[in-house]
């Protein structure tokens, strides 16, 4: 029976399909088209239907007209349905016609297509002989059938270099590959149909479906039953159509590694036109769009950012966020955009918290504008004034917990204040009386010595007359006890009853030398002076603790030379000027020789071992230089009987190994106040 055909086409394309059907029915072909002008619904389905049923090939005429209609796709992807239905008796071949220059989808262009763009004659010529099995020298001399098959020296046309209408080209199908083996054209004897068979059998084996199926349908045009050949062409044309789905499947998925959503979602649609339920496409598709949404609504907000409207932003962000949680830097976003959505709100709040002197609230609502811009309206001059308002009430309220001798308030209150402004009013002055009055200013130590409470601030540490004395600078101390006079020999002679430490070396028959029980024990080491603090309960000052005690003027925020003022007298400490030439009592030059906070005894008689390392200023206490367990040299403060004036300067600064024991070396300990 005549080979049948049936043409889908554009109605603007009319012209080409009628004359292409003429030439083709004058070949000895059966074909159906659509000569009306009947469009989408209207068209009779029981015609359409019947004509695809009925035809070996399916032939669509492609343009861009064509490739916009609707129609024209729901025709090709009933063909391409009906092409690999299973159990179909006859098998349908589908062959694209470009009549004018267009980019043909992935799903023609893999397969057989015949490009008649300025060249009509001979691509009919191709279209007969290769699609139909045509012999045109037979039917122009003798009118053969036209299951004849072609003639050997027709060529086929090269493949215009055309691209799917997606933003990636799919992978190249075994259509495309240049070992296409060159076909028999006249398998009129049995050795011919078998070459013929072979040849379609090996690039079945070798899974080049479209040369398996090109050729399984040559030789069924030459014999419908001979031996497997239609079996065989179902099942290539059956892989043929899965690895065009797989390729457009892979595609997809490249594009969305890439993010190119708009892309994928094309190359997805495609493919669920022909395949509703390959694999997870749907599922793919469904992500991609949300996708596209979430990079939109980005673009949207980042516009809206750029242009200061913000509710529109926090509008898209939001938005955003409903689709895809973990978007970018979305989440950011939003916090940010909300912020500045919020400045007008919390500006007209603060307004309304100055209004009723609720300072704290308008301060915190004005920061926190601030925080996020530093010039929005006046909120930067305003928050001046509240900060302003809120320190002059908190030291209002300060003055009158202090006149109720409500002395935890006040120290509160002072607290705060000091905290926000350092220098603000009397701030300082009055918080030193107010701690005075909450800590007591001395204490007796475990050893029953007297202690004097040295209270929490900064001081002026150092001095410009030596180089290791240099810079003079600012140290901030939590507050701390000291003993009011050095360890004494019979205060140490508890200690090493207690303990079996060793003797000092002048110690004769483990007694005091006579008449110095109350003179400051000497002749130990570091090691020595760290274990009597540690067994009073107590330790050893720091370099900064012990020069704070010895110089600073509190009430005056004044540092001295000398613990009693910035001139030497000999009168107020044991020193060379004074020609005693040995160790004096403790408390001899007590209290015309006291530091300011009534401390004895800190300028001459014996040097003090500190706790601290030697180490250059800044005097730093989280430096190392506090370590118990370094054995570097240790520091030593105050002077001695041995030495003259400038070493009983309250900045002096002498070092010696730890384990040292000198006849001008003695003890003085400290405790923290917790």
């Known amino acids: 029976m005549p080979t049948k055909f049936f043409i889908t086409h554009s109605w603007n394309d009319i012209d080409f399909a009628r004359r ?72 349908l071949s589908i062959v694209s016609i470009i009549a004018a220059k267009c980019e043909l989808p992935a799903l023609l262009s893999s397969r057989l297509y015949f490009d008649f763009v300025e060249r009509y004659d001979d691509a009919l010529k191709e279209l007969l002989t290769k699609s139909f099995g045509v012999n045109l020298n037979a039917l122009l001399s003798h009118s053969v059938h036209p299951s004849s098959v072609a003639s050997p020296n027709l060529k086929p046309s090269p493949k215009p270099n055309l691209k799917p209408p997606t933003a990636s080209t799919p992978p190249r199908t075994q259509s495309a590959e240049k070992t296409e083996p060159t076909p028999i054209a006249h398998a009129t004897t049995p050795e011919e149909l078998e070459m013929l068979y072979l040849e379609a059998l090996e690039a079945f084996h070798l899974e080049k479906w479209q040369l398996a199926a090109d050729a399984f349908r040559r030789v069924i045009v030459i014999q419908s039953d001979y031996e497997d050949a239609a079996a065989k062409l179902q099942l290539a044309e059956r892989a043929l159509h899965e690895t065009e789905l797989s390729e457009l499947y892979d595609g997809a998925t490249k594009l969305i590694e890439e993010s190119k959503w708009r892309a994928a979602i094309e190359q997805l649609e495609m493919l669920l036109k022909i395949d509703g339920g390959y694999r997870d496409a749907r599922a793919r598709l469904a992500s991609a ?103 002059a009430e908190l030291y209002d309220l300060a003055s009158k917990a202090i006149d109720a001798k409500e002395w935890e308030q006040a120290k509160a209150l002072l607290e705060q204040i000091q905290s926000r402004a350092p220098n603000y009013h009397e701030t300082s002055q009055r918080l030193t009386l107010v701690i005075k009055q909450i800590i007591p200013r001395t204490k007796i130590g475990k050893d ?20 290791n004395e240099k810079p003079p600078h600012k140290v901030s101390l939590d507050a701390f006890y000291i003993s009011k006079y050095p360890v004494t020999n019979a205060e140490y002679k508890k200690f090493v009853d207690a303990t079996k430490q060793s003797l000092p070396s002048h110690w004769e028959n483990s007694n005091i030398p006579r008449g110095k029980e109350n003179h400051p024990v000497v002749n130990m080491n570091w090691n020595d002076a760290a274990a009597y603090a540690r067994w009073v309960g107590a330790r050893l000052p720091t370099e900064a603790e012990w020069e704070k005690t010895a110089s600073w003027d509190d009430a005056e925020k004044e540092k001295l030379r000398y613990p009693w003022g910035n001139e030497f007298d000999a009168k107020k400490c044991n020193t060379s000027e004074s020609g005693i030439r040995d160790t004096t009592p403790a408390r001899k030059y007590s209290p015309q020789g006291d530091s300011p906070y009534g401390v004895c005894d800190m300028a001459g008689n014996v040097w003090e071992w500190c706790s601290s390392l030697y180490k250059p200023y800044p005097y730093k206490h989280d430096d190392g230089r506090e370590n118990p367990e370094a054995s570097d040299a240790r520091v030593l403060r105050g002077g001695a009987w041995v030495d003259f004036r400038d070493g009983a300067r309250c900045a002096f600064r002498r070092w010696v190994g730890p384990h040292l024991r000198g006849s001008d070396v003695g003890i003085r300990v400290a405790e923290s106040v917790s």
Request: hydrophobic residues 45%; negative net charge; charged residues 25%.
């Open 20 to 91: 292409l059907f003429k030439d083709l029915t004058a070949s000895g072909l059966d074909g159906w088209m659509d000569d009306s002008a009947v469009r989408g619904g209207q068209r009779l389905a029981e015609e359409i239907n019947r004509g695809l049923e009925g035809c070996d090939v399916y032939l669509s005429i492609m343009s861009p007209a064509a490739l916009d209609s609707p129609w024209c796709w729901e025709e090709i992807n009933a063909a391409i349905t009906l092409a690999n239905r299973h159990g179909r008796d006859r098998q």
């Open 289 to 391: 769009q949300n996708m596209l949404e979430a990079a939109d609504l980005y673009m949207q907000a980042s516009e809206a950012v750029a242009a200061e409207k913000w509710n529109e932003a926090v509008r898209s962000l939001e938005a955003l966020l409903t689709i895809a949680p973990n978007y970018q830097d979305a989440a950011a976003k939003l916090t940010e955009a909300k912020r500045w959505a919020q400045l007008p709100d919390v500006y007209r709040r603060a307004l309304k918290a100055i209004d009723v002197k609720q300072w704290q609230d308008a301060k915190t609502l004005l920061e926190q504008i601030q925080s996020v811009d530093a010039n929005y309206r006046e909120s930067k001059t305003l928050l001046v004034r509240v900060r302003d308002s809120a320190l």
């Open 448 to 467: 029953g010595k007297e202690m004097i409470l040295i209270p929490a601030g900064e001081f002026l540490m150092g001095s410009n007359d030596y180089d």
